[in-house]
């Protein structure tokens, strides 16, 4: 039974969807892979569409035009997801930054830990990152430190975007109240899941830089991702429901 969906997000990473897709496939005969790609240029959905072929019900494809964001691209896979009998959804970039091998340890976290969200932790005894330069390595440090500081969070990688989530986690939360679409959005999402006091584990996880392809970062994401933390804790003061739908269907 495959009941594991795995959201990759893309905008032209055609020589990555090229070879992560089969890799991590093999891994497992309970995955599936939805690529949710924002038109790109370079052709990435067209070599998606050639792997459909080769997986077929295996591989999904959601094709939107223009750049919308991480965060929108990833709503519109767990959207797809919870109309689908899915019982775990993770999130996982193209680039092999993530380790796909790390998705059976994420999948274990929440199928036989209790827990609600596994993320792949770098920050944890055992994880680590490989070839950043140091200030971007200080950069994302500082980063998980400050949103810590600020929410209150008991997760050493706030940023993460490896995870799985179980499918009645997502249920829990309201996607027309996450507010962010870049770096932050990984960070509201876990802060929705604290809010919810639902148990989060980390896995400790090797990251590499990509070796193909361009880093999406910009200071605008950076940017939503130090203000966006003040108004989500501020909007959690008035109201700790606040990422809660009215009704919760599980």
Not at 167 to 178: A, G, N, P, S
Request: charged share 25%.
């Amino acid at each position: 039974m495959r009941d594991c969906l795995i959201i990759i997000p893309t905008y032209n990473e055609k020589e990555n969807i090229a070879r992560i897709i089969p890799y991590t496939l093999r891994l497992s005969d309970r995955f599936e892979i939805l690529v949710v790609d924002d038109g790109s240029p370079d052709g990435t959905a067209q070599v998606v569409l050639q792997l459909q072929q080769q997986f077929p019900e295996r591989v999904h494809l959601i094709e939107r035009k223009g750049k919308s964001g991480l965060g929108t691209a990833y709503i519109t896979g767990f959207r797809w997801a919870l109309e689908k009998s899915y019982e775990y959804i993770f999130e996982m970039d193209a680039d092999f930054s993530h380790t796909p091998e790390k998705l059976l340890e994420l999948l274990d976290a929440c199928e036989n830990k209790n827990a609600y969200l596994a993320v792949g932790s770098r920050y944890v005894k055992g994880g680590s990152v490989l070839n950043w330069p140091a200030d971007r390595l200080f950069l994302s440090w500082f980063a998980s430190k400050y949103v810590r500081f600020i929410t209150g969070m008991r997760v050493k990688d706030t940023t993460a975007g490896f995870v799985c989530f179980r499918r009645e986690t997502l249920q829990k939360i309201d996607f027309d109240k996450i507010k962010f679409v870049g770096y932050a959005f990984q960070i509201e999402m876990k802060f929705a899941v604290w809010l919810a006091h639902l148990k989060i584990y980390e896995v400790p996880i090797v990251f590499k830089d990509r070796e193909v392809g361009t880093s999406k970062m910009s200071g605008g994401i950076i940017k939503e991702a130090v203000w966006g933390v003040l108004q989500m804790k501020a909007q959690s003061l008035k109201n700790k429901n606040n990422y809660m739908p009215k009704i919760i269907s599980i």
